[in-house]
């Protein structure tokens, strides 16, 4: 992450002077040709893989009566979707302390706001608001072998299997902004940052069950079972949050 960092504080450094300098950049009246854009957060690629990535369409607003002639605005949509699965079986069979494992991750939202971009030259800055709703599910699944006895008509074990699902639910409202650098009137580059107001509505679950088997027979018992639930409110900067490459059209 910190070399990502050294990179986004390079590039603006960069665009900034060879902006001033008007060697590179496109105007914002160029880019007004083009009615949509398109955006991929690569900082997410970086950290999960193409599992990780956002995605974002915009669509240009064209007023009716007034026009800035160093600005336009846009209708902003995002959308995220992440999802894994990790195993993990034990290399030797009734082993004691050997064990089963299986996480299932997903995560996802979907947001819809109002973006403003303004600039002089190549350089935009943006600034905009939008409301967010979205999803995460952890689940777990662990089952591990206590005892086991094998022998002339006797065989018995004791197993335990635990199971955690971890749910959240939020709504958020997030007030962004950002820089961006049109390398032409299609290509870009950009980097964000918000705050986030968020109220989550969380949702645990546990269970242990002891399973214990003599000759084929077995006895469950429910060791422990846990549900909570709680709902609070969140705010928080977000730093870098997305660094994108886009494309207007």
């Not at 970086?46 to 026009?67: A, D, E, H, M, Q």
């Not at 494992?101 to 800055?125: A, C, D, H, P, T």
Request: with cysteine; aromatic share 16%.
């Amino acid at each position: 992450m910190k070399k990502i960092y050294c990179f986004v504080l390079l590039f603006i450094f960069s665009v900034s002077s060879l902006s001033a300098q008007d060697e590179l950049g496109t105007q914002i009246e160029d880019v007004r040709k083009s009615l949509n854009q398109v955006d991929l957060n690569i900082i997410g690629l970086f950290r999960n893989g193409l599992s990780g990535g956002t995605f974002f369409f915009k669509k240009r607003i064209i007023p009716k009566n007034y026009v800035e002639l160093n600005a336009i605005k846009l209708f902003r949509f995002r959308l995220h979707v992440n999802e894994y699965v990790e195993t993990e079986e034990p290399s030797i069979a009734y082993e004691i302390g050997t064990s089963y494992y299986e996480n299932q991750f997903s995560s996802s939202y979907i947001s819809f706001g109002i973006e403003k971009q303004r600039s002089k030259r190549g350089l935009v800055e943006f600034y905009g608001i939008e409301a967010t709703l979205g999803r995460r599910l952890d689940r777990v699944n662990r089952t591990w072998l206590n005892s086991f006895s094998l022998g002339a008509g006797n065989e018995s074990y004791i197993q335990f299997n635990e199971k955690r699902k971890d749910r959240s639910t939020y709504i958020s409202l997030s007030p962004f902004f950002g820089l961006k650098y049109f390398f032409n009137n299609r290509i870009n580059m950009g980097v964000e940052t918000s705050f986030d107001f968020a109220y989550y509505f969380d949702k645990d679950s546990f269970s242990l069950t002891e399973i214990e088997s003599q000759n084929g027979v077995e006895n469950t018992r429910n060791v422990s079972q846990l549900e909570s639930k709680n709902n609070f409110l969140n705010f928080r900067f977000t730093n870098l949050r997305f660094l994108t490459v886009g494309y207007a059209f």
